[in-house]
């Protein structure tokens, strides 16, 4: 029988630390696995479908978008038909750069009729409502809008030329309320390299798929860079403007859809819808400090705890490889104790290997700078209660400069 007191307190607590980290990211990658093998797709189109009869307009709320919107819009413009009757209207929300007229530049470089493409103001917002995000610009598209169908993109998306006929054709099929499509997330900076990768794991296993597209499931999820609203049920719900002061508002639709009976779909969309969020370090920050404690359901233990976690399972292996390695040369005396944590936090890197090799094959993203999830994991436990602070106290809460209390 082993003497427990005989157990040097130190050395053990770093190795059950790696232990538990690698039971983490083995937690992790089963409940990937097993969530994704199930997770509903967006579906080829049969051959020679005809095109349906309906109506639909894609809207891009753009604020300072200088950088993506004529990447976003030429992608849609240059889409195959997805019905008979489509357009694009682009929503210029008080932007201070080019937007506008890179918007209007793109539309007549295109080629596309006169009637297709649309540059909507927003105008300013009421001074007397909480309005944030892109919410405003949402509403006053909607409001001008009669066509059967609406489907809401984020200016940093890129969409295939199948994208929108394969969804349309969907959400007939599967008489959806709302589609809303799972992106493939595209790191273009230093900062996302680190901290995407880490995040893309995390909403998979959290919101899973599976239970949102169950109707029986309080579980509600979409994803906001693509949801296409049945006109109708747009109504039903009130639409953007009866979230007006929603931060994380496709989550809050997605409730509002499946909290009113109505048909929620939810569908990986990989192959045909690519996103980038961030150009670099301090644009992340911002978004991710903006939506991680609300996501979270605002709670201050499951924001703090679920940073800690990641720090746990995506810096601690890193950590623990380098002291082990230390505490081997400096106290040799314990050498066992030391060889089992770098054992331990080897194997807790070589998980996070697996992980990405997964996530390669599951979202395309490639296996660059893995090895900096390590560091990734510390920026996640830095933004944890960053976002708690900011949310609740107000100060630096912000999306794109503009304040959200």
């Not at 793109?106 to 540059?119: E, I, K, N, V, Y």
């Not at 605002?298 to 623990?320: E, H, Q, T």
Request: proline share 6%.
């Amino acid at each position: 029988m082993i003497d427990l007191a005989t157990i040097p307190l130190a050395p053990a607590l770093l190795v059950a630390t790696a232990a538990a980290a690698c039971l983490g990211l083995l937690i992790l990658l089963a409940g990937l696995q097993r969530v994704f093998a199930v997770a509903p797709r967006l579906q080829p189109l049969p051959s020679q479908q005809p095109l349906p009869a309906d109506s639909l307009t894609v809207v891009i709320p753009a604020y300072n978008e200088a950088s993506n919107i004529e990447a976003c819009l030429s992608h849609v413009l240059a889409s195959d038909p997805p019905c008979a009757d489509w357009r694009v209207v682009v929503v210029d929300d008080a932007s201070t750069d080019a937007t506008a007229a890179l918007a209007t530049a793109t539309a007549a470089a295109s080629g596309c009729p006169p009637d297709r493409f649309q540059l909507l103001q927003a105008g300013p917002r009421p001074t007397d409502q909480r309005w944030v995000g892109k919410n405003w610009a949402c509403t006053q598209a909607a409001e001008q809008i009669r066509s059967d169908w609406l489907l809401f993109i984020d200016a940093d998306v890129r969409l295939q030329p199948d994208a929108l006929r394969r969804a349309l054709a969907q959400a007939n099929s599967d008489q959806a309320d709302l589609l809303s499509l799972a992106p493939r997330l595209a790191c273009t900076c230093l900062a996302e390299w680190m901290v995407q990768p880490i995040m893309a794991s995390l909403l998979g296993l959290g919101f899973p798929i599976e239970a949102a597209n169950d109707p029986a499931s309080p579980v509600a999820f979409a994803a906001g860079p693509f949801m296409l609203f049945r006109r109708a049920a747009y109504a039903q719900i009130g639409g953007h403007r009866a979230l007006a002061g929603e931060v994380v508002e496709d989550l809050a639709l997605a409730r509002r859809i499946k909290g009113g009976g109505l048909r929620l779909r939810y569908l990986l969309g990989l192959d045909v819808l690519e996103l980038s969020m961030y150009a670099d370090l301090a644009a992340l920050w911002e978004g991710w400090s903006k939506n991680w404690f609300l996501g979270l359901d605002s709670s201050v233990s499951k924001a703090l705890g679920a940073a800690a976690v990641v720090v746990l399972m995506f810096s601690g292996p890193w950590l623990l490889l380098g002291s082990g390695l230390v505490l081997l040369q400096l106290m040799p005396q314990q050498q066992n104790w030391w060889l089992a944590l770098a054992a331990l936090a080897t194997l807790g890197i070589v998980l996070q290997l697996l992980l990405r090799l997964w996530s390669r094959s599951q979202f395309q993203v490639p296996m660059r700078l893995w090895w900096l999830m390590g560091a990734g994991g510390l920026l996640v436990g830095a933004i944890g209660p960053t976002s708690v602070w900011r949310t609740l106290t107000g100060r630096g809460w912000t999306w794109k400069g503009r304040p959200l209390a």
